[in-house]
């Protein structure tokens, strides 16, 4: 649980990167998806990575569609890889 915390928080850090026009958007869909994948088992670690690496994924791929540096990620890289 503390993981997903502090991959949500990192996402919605990335969040305040975007166009302000687009923010509510994203930092609505951010919540939404973690709030839809909150009764995941904590336990299931192949679960829980997977969910982890699509978070990074897709956070890169609304920075890249809004040419934002993808460096600005590499915190929440270092959240979902490494723990």
């Known amino acids: 649980m503390e993981k997903a915390l502090r991959v949500y928080a990192q ?3 990335l ?3 975007l166009p302000k026009d ?8 951010a919540r939404e998806n973690f709030v839809n994948y909150r009764d995941i ?3 299931d670690s192949k679960a829980l ?3 982890f690496h699509r978070a990074y994924n897709h956070s890169l791929w609304v920075l890249n569609k809004y040419s934002v540096d993808e ?6 890289k270092d959240v979902c890889f490494d723990g």
């Not at 460096?71 to 929440?76: I, P, V």
């Open 11 to 13: 996402v919605l850090r």
């Open 15 to 17: 969040v305040r990167r």
């Open 22 to 29: 687009s923010r509510p958007y994203y930092a609505k869909y």
């Open 41 to 43: 088992d904590a336990s």
């Open 49 to 51: 990575d997977e969910l």
């Open 71 to 76: 460096s600005a990620a590499q915190k929440l």
